[in-house]
């Protein structure tokens, strides 16, 4: 939060413009106040856009969308003027720090703010999906933390869940294979291309709810490609979430679309929310005192204070990479989600240059400005590796990379896989392991009092004869063949794709999952599991056993 420089405007509409809040590539948001004194966030876009008119179409459509919503959980849009020489939207200024300002500052929240959290986004996107949209970006800086609950900022790359904007696709701005969002906090399908359902922004909503429990996505990787590739297919990290919203994280982070919880079923599992006069931890409250004074110092005409900031090493922040930036099909740049203060603003859609191959940079030492070279150079990975290819047959760049299909080298001995896996594998004579040209298969029996009547069976069937996509498409057959007329498994939250077989020859349940180029079979007899639990034992051993496995 800053002030005005000079040359700076004055007036936005009928706004008269009081400080700056952020400011990206394609324009800034303004803090500003009415006719009435009331104090609103002014998005506005730079001149060298205002000539695009397919920008200005997609403006309009953010303006009708952002209307659409009730205010109760979102900044409520009070002016705009799409049509303007300068574009411009005007929202309710909401003051309140965001969850991302508010972890980086003074870390994760405890189990029972996080379902209050849970609570407040819940209400946020039902109202969002009743008004016909996907919010198609909730993230923690997306999410603000006011004095009485959760707002949801930055509607304005959602697109109407049914059909399109009438006239839209005329106009050409509908275009199949493009990824909006932020990687770290992307459903699958978004991911991958494909179209979006209110689905989508429950999976966000499992991302952002771990995030607040740990202080990291369940999918950060060391890059935005392999963001995007573990979002799509790898498993998530639960590591460090609680057991009591275990089960709701793990539900809303289900592969299937169809297998995530709706609206009602998020608030069964969330349950009763205790009312509070102080909706979360001190620390929150701080920081809004701490904006309050900034703001005032905008309004009485003296500098704003700069926030205090946690020390970081940028180095490690940028080999970290936690949280890769915005993708989208826009060719703008972006406008910051919050300020450096953690003053909310709407951030707009990032830039999707076209993919060009990276010339190899020196070592560190042989350049200049070594570490502002290397965040340059980071920067342009990120903007790299989210590429999109337009024209016919519209294909992302990305997505080739994504998908290429993981590639496990071996699997465990039973030895070995005694120590990984949460059942009783005792050393047997009935293990089996069988390794060919094409692969390498094992069978790993626990329990009972004797080898021919075990309570658990694990077995590894990895494919090795060829190249990654040849082994992981050979796989792919040989599952779906033993697959044919069981149930799908659909709310595991790993996996490629799964089935529950037949649970005959004594067995409870048996659990068949296949990621790339291995595929895993749990088998569990009633006896110590009950029908119950053996399930969830199943989805337990089944997620280890694929640990288990080395991988490339």
């Known amino acids: ?111 029972d703010v996080v379902r209050r959290l849970a609570a407040g986004l819940t209400s946020a996107l039902a109202e969002i999906h009743r008004a016909g949209l996907v919010h198609r970006d909730l993230k923690p800086d997306n999410v603000l933390l006011t004095e009485d609950g959760v707002r949801v900022i930055d509607l304005g790359i959602a697109r109407a869940a049914e059909g399109e904007v009438e006239g839209e696709a005329e106009a050409g701005l509908t275009r ?168 909310p603003s709407t951030s707009m859609p990032t830039p999707v240059p076209q993919a060009r191959p990276l010339p190899a940079a020196p070592p560190a030492a042989d350049r200049p400005d070594g570490p502002r070279r290397r965040r340059r150079r980071v920067v342009a990975l990120v903007a790299a590796g989210a590429l999109l290819v337009a024209g016919t047959g519209t294909a992302l760049y990305v997505r080739d990379r994504m998908n290429t299909p993981i590639a496990y080298t071996a699997v465990p001995r039973c030895q070995e896989a005694r120590e990984k896996l949460p059942l009783d594998l005792r050393p047997s004579t009935a293990d089996t392991r069988s390794e060919t040209a094409d692969g390498v298969q094992a069978g790993c029996n626990g329990g009972g009092d004797t080898a021919a009547s075990p309570t658990a069976l694990v077995r590894w069937n990895a494919r090795l004869g060829g190249d990654a996509d040849a082994n992981a498409a050979a796989q792919k057959r040989l599952f779906q063949s033993e697959a044919a007329g069981q149930r799908t498994a659909s709310r595991l939250g790993f996996g490629t794709e799964a089935y529950w077989g037949s649970a005959g020859g004594g067995w409870t349940c048996v659990l068949g999952v296949r990621e790339g180029n291995l595929s895993v079979r749990v088998s569990l007899r009633a006896k110590p599991y009950t029908k119950a639990a053996c399930e969830s034992k199943a989805k337990d051993a089944a997620r280890a056993a694929l640990k288990a496995a080395p991988r490339s």
Not at 210 to 218: D, F, N, W, Y
């Open 176 to 343: 199949t294979g493009f990824v909006v969002g932020s990687p770290a906090y992307m459903s699958p399908e978004q991911a991958e291309g494909h179209p979006l359902t209110p689905a989508s922004d429950v999976f966000s909503l499992g991302s952002v709810l771990v995030m607040a429990l740990t202080g990291r996505s369940p999918f950060a990787g060391t890059s935005t490609l392999k963001t995007l590739y573990e979002v799509a297919h790898g498993e998530p990290d639960l590591g460090g979430v609680p057991a009591g919203l275990r089960d709701l994280v793990a539900r809303c982070l289900a592969k299937d679309p169809e297998a995530r919880p709706s609206s009602a079923e998020l608030r069964e599992l969330i349950g009763p929310v205790t009312p509070s006069g102080r909706q979360w931890p001190s620390a929150v409250y701080e920081m809004l005192g701490a904006q309050r004074t900034r703001i005032d110092g905008l309004l009485e005409g003296r500098p704003a204070a700069a926030a205090p900031q946690p020390e970081q090493e940028p180095e490690q922040e940028l080999e970290r990479e936690p949280e890769p930036q915005s993708v989208s099909a826009s060719r703008p740049g972006p406008l910051p989600a919050t300020s450096p203060g953690g003053i």
């Open 1 to 111: 939060m800053e002030q005005v420089g000079p040359g700076g405007p004055t007036h936005v509409g009928p706004f008269r413009v009081v400080g700056v809040l952020g400011q990206g590539g394609m324009g800034r948001v303004l803090l500003a106040a009415g006719p009435d004194g009331r104090l609103v966030a002014v998005k506005q876009v730079l001149a060298q856009f205002a000539d695009d008119e397919g920008f200005r179409a997609r403006f309009r459509r953010e303006v009708a969308a952002s209307r659409k919503v009730s205010a109760a959980y979102t900044a409520a849009v009070i002016d705009a003027d799409p049509d303007a020489p300068t574009p411009w939207l005007a929202s309710v200024f909401v003051p309140g720090p965001s969850l991302g300002a508010v972890v980086k500052a003074v870390g994760v929240l405890p189990e």
